[in-house]
T-cell receptor
Framework: DTAVSQTPKYLVTQMGNDKSIKCEQN?????MYWYKQDSKKFLKIMFS???????INETVPNRFSPKSPDKAHLNLHINSLELGDSAVYFC?????????FGQGTRLTVV | GQQLNQSPQSMFIQEGEDVSMNCTSS?????WLWYKQDPGEGPVLLIA?????ELTSNGRLTAQFGTTRKDSFLNISASIPSDVGIYFC??????????FGKGTRLHILP
């Protein structure tokens, strides 16, 4: 069973559209994250939730809105997509310092 | 802001050689993590370090957490072709925020 799973794996969409990426973890962890990986492979933290509560928001545009319906899920909704949003988005969960990542969602905005 | 300085950025080695990479920061970390990322995949946790000065091995991998909790190194002994990939250091701060170095790209020459 996949510990951290995110869907879809690939997402191609036009500028201006709204899209969502879903993430689920079955590890029982309290903390979940969203990261953005750019073309240079730099991993930048976007958000962190602990037990459904937002604890970190790294100056991400408010077009990005995370939602955590329960502590096993952290979804990412993006409004009015822009070309610069193209990247790979990774969900992760952690407990006691060890973070485990999903396989990533490659978002391409055209 | 907090950042991790990871070096070298790239390494080109012969199969069988030993590899060493390191990360430094001006910030103090609670936990230090080393990850490997293969193309099209999410980062996979290799080693987690919790105590200052801790030295931990995982097969051919050895990592140490600096005594000041501001740095770490990762060594890979007797490299094999499947070691190719991008290695990331990451540090977890006391608020659970995990930040990443820019990665070391390991290439093995035929």
């Amino acid at each position: 069973d996949t510990a951290v799973s995110q869907t879809p794996k690939y997402l191609v969409t036009q500028m201006g559209n709204d899209k969502s990426i879903k993430c689920e973890q079955n590890l029982g962890h309290d903390t979940m994250y969203w990261y953005k990986q750019d073309s240079k492979k730099f991993l930048k933290i976007m958000f962190s939730y602990n037990n459904k509560e937002l604890i970190i928001n790294e100056t991400v545009p408010n077009r990005f809105s995370p939602k955590s319906p329960d502590k096993a899920h952290l979804n990412l909704h993006i409004n009015s997509l822009e070309l610069g949003d193209s990247a790979v988005y990774f969900c992760a969960s952690s407990q006691q310092g060890e973070a485990f990542f999903g396989q990533g969602t490659r978002l391409t905005v055209v | 802001g907090q950042q991790l300085n990871q070096s070298p950025q790239s390494m080109f080695i012969q199969e069988g050689e030993d590899v060493s990479m390191n990360c430094t920061s001006s910030s103090i970390f609670n936990t230090w993590l080393w990850y490997k990322q293969d193309p099209g995949e999410g980062p996979v946790l290799l080693i987690a370090l919790y105590k200052a000065g801790e030295l931990t091995s995982n097969g051919r991998l050895t990592a140490q957490f600096g005594t000041t909790r501001k740095d770490s190194f990762l060594n890979i002994s007797a490299s094999i072709p499947s070691d190719v990939g991008i290695y990331f250091c990451a540090g977890q701060l006391w608020d659970d925020k995990i930040i990443f170095g820019k990665g070391t790209r390991l290439h093995i020459l035929p």
